[in-house]
Each structure stands twice: as structure tokens, then as C-alpha cells.
């Protein structure tokens, strides 16, 4: 079992189900008698402790934070026109959340972008703007972290970048 390690203490991960985490360290646990290696993720956000099994972290879709090319994807998708259907809010909103679960930072701007309202359109129900408010905050944690800023500052950004399109 000489299989080299992805993760380790202090690197930041994307897991899909809940963003942006950082790697507290890899621990090794006795579970059930049996030795398992587990990775010890934090999401300050969620104030939230993940032990992820190495041999699971691949299929549980846990990755490494985007590469600044999918990262640069991504924005040019937010600053694209919106392509909202005209079907019923809860498929739509049933889609949006598979995006923003997803993890793909691609997927989850499409989301914030077709979500986005600009001041001179109708306002949203307060069920879009929790699934934009969702959309928004994990795609600006990656970027944060991708660009060493912080969220709040990361946010304003991408916002900012909506306005201009």
C-alpha cells in the first residue's frame, strides 16, 4: 500500500458537499480493528472537523483547489449571459443545488450568474436568493483561497464583476 499521499497538513481541498477546507493533518485511526488512514479536513465556514478515508478521497470527489486556468473558466462563465429557463423554480432550484454540490467552480458561477439580479430587474424570492447566496459564497471561498484574499474581499469581486457584465 505505497500509495503516495495527495493531501497534506495546511494544503487547502475542495470538497463537493461543503467548499473550501484546509488539511488539518492525515491520521491513522483503529476502526473496527482495522487500521485506517483518514484525512483531517476543517471548514471554517461550517465550523465543521471531516475525516475523509484516503482510499475513499478520490471517489468522494475531494480534490485540490482549482487551478488558476478553471478558476479564470469560471469567471469568464460569470461574466456570460444569464441562460435561466422558464421551467418551474423547484427543478431549477433541484439543478442549481446539484452544480453548486458539484464542487466544479465552473458550474457553481454558471449558478451565481443565472441567480444574479441587477438592480433594475424584479427582485428574487427568498428562495433564490439563498440558493445565490449559497452559489456565491462557496465559489468565492476557492477564489479567496486561490487568490490569498479574504472571503469578504473575494466576494465583492466577483460581484463586482456581475455589475460590469
Known sequence: MAKKLEFSAGDFVVYPTH?????LEVEQQDISGFKVELIVIKFEHDR??????VEKAHKSGLRKLSSKKIMESAL???KGRSRAKRTMWSRRAQEYEAKINSGD??????????????????????????MYQAALDRLAREFAALEQIDEAAAA??????????
Open 105 to 130: 467552480p465552473v458550474s457553481i458561477a454558471e449558478v451565481v450568474r443565472d441567480l444574479h439580479r441587477a438592480d433594475d430587474q424584479p427582485e428574487q424570492s427568498y428562495s433564490e436568493r439563498q
Open 76 to 78: 469568464t462563465t460569470l
Open 156 to 165: 465583492e469581486r466577483l460581484e463586482s464583476m456581475l455589475k460590469a457584465a
Open 19 to 23: 467548499g473550501v477546507g484546509r488539511v
Open 48 to 53: 465543521m472537523i471531516l475525516r475523509v478515508p
